[in-house]
């Protein structure tokens, strides 16, 4: 492929502009094997105020020109702009590492597993309406849908030799659902016979993250109970600050923290990074740039586990440019 990286940057509202800067900073000190070219766009709250539109059609018809996108984090207007791009995009996976680092204060210390949590159909995409005493949502959830999530579990098991896929439903009440997802998951089983699997409903799953996380390894599961997991994973492994993620369809991709904009601490310079940075070293390591996304994650890492600069979340007092610079400097050292 010939000229540059095309890179879309959103960085949003609240600390996902702060985050981003840490994340922009890095990648600019990075060598990559082609130059990058960054295009800055608006979406989210201030964006809807400014504009009157929270994500405007230029900006999704931008993304899908570029080779990648990097995503802050959005407030109020997170179902028009995230869910929406991971729609339009079809970003129909959403990869969710949840893992310990060293250092950190965290329930455990010992955790590596991945949600992949199915992005584009689910409770997120039927829409709402009013009913007469209330609302109704929709949860869809198709056969087309199930077979290439679970398809794209399987595969990552074998690209990334992990040996086990959990199935998480809630198929013994919604049973036409989440029946699908179960079946497809199964049936898709038969190709990859090396792989363990076994399924589980999602509240015993909910417990078993709290009282024996080390029985997972990948865990593929439909879009709200993949959102909602995820949040706790955050919680097994010390706080949203460090879940990174990567919304991921055929081709593109849009890779963002886990957590929102944050307005508890926007604009003090003490929301923690790592997520962010994190999700860039995903992001490299989708278009090809392995080496550099493994060096990113290792001065992460290491400056974690020196323990020296952490923001509050982590237990610190160092702000949100402490601890950037500081990874930069490990990844200068090549961590
Ligand atoms: P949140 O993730 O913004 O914050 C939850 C808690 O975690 C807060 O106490 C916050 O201070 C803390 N936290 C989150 N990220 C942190 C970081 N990097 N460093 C230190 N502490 C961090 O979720 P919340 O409060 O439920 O939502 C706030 C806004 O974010 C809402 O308007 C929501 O709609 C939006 N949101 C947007 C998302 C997105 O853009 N993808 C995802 C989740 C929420
Ligand atoms: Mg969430």
Not at 48 to 65: C, F, N, R, W, Y
Not at 208 to 219: G, R
Request: net charge negative; charged share 25%.
């Amino acid at each position: 492929m010939s000229g540059p990286y095309n890179i879309t940057v959103i960085p949003g509202d609240g600390i996902g502009k702060e985050v981003m800067e840490s994340a922009i900073q890095i990648l600019k000190t990075i060598k990559l094997k082609k130059p990058v070219q960054l295009t800055f766009l608006e979406a989210g709250d201030e964006c809807l105020k400014k504009t009157g539109t929270a994500l405007s059609d230029e900006t999704i018809q931008s993304i899908k020109k570029s080779d990648s996108c990097l995503f802050g984090a959005v407030g109020e207007t997170a179902a028009d702009v995230i869910v929406k791009l991971r729609q339009e995009l079809d970003l129909y996976i959403n990869l969710r590492p949840v893992k310990s680092y060293p250092g950190v204060d965290a329930l455990y210390n010992d955790i590596d597993f991945i949600i992949i949590r199915e992005n584009s159909e689910g409770l997120y995409s039927g829409g709402e309406e009013e009913i007469p005493d209330g609302a109704s949502a929709t949860r869809i959830i198709s056969h087309k849908g199930s077979r290439r999530i679970c398809k794209w579990a399987y595969d990552f098991a074998k690209s990334t030799n992990r040996k086990q896929i959990t199935c998480v439903h809630k198929a013994n009440v919604l049973k036409k659902t989440d029946g699908i997802f179960k079946k497809s998951f199964y049936e898709l089983h038969k190709k990859y016979p090396n792989i363990k699997v076994n399924d589980l409903y999602v509240d015993a799953t909910a417990m078993f993250f709290i009282t024996k996380p080390e029985m997972f390894d990948i865990i593929v599961t439909t879009n709200l109970f993949g959102d909602i997991l995820s949040d706790e994973g955050a919680g097994l492994v010390g706080g949203l600050g460090l879940m990174p993620s990567a919304n991921i369809g055929d081709t593109i991709g849009v890779f963002e923290p886990v957590h929102g904009s944050a307005p508890d601490i926007a604009g003090q310079n003490i929301a923690n990074p790592c997520a962010m940075i994190l999700s860039l070293a995903l992001m490299l390591n989708h278009i090809g740039e392995n080496e550099i996304g493994k060096i990113i994650e290792k001065a992460v890492i290491s400056v974690l586990s020196e323990g020296e600069t952490l923001t509050p979340d982590m237990g610190g007092t160092s702000t949100t440019e402490d601890i950037t610079n500081k990874i930069i400097e490990k990844i200068l050292k090549k961590a």
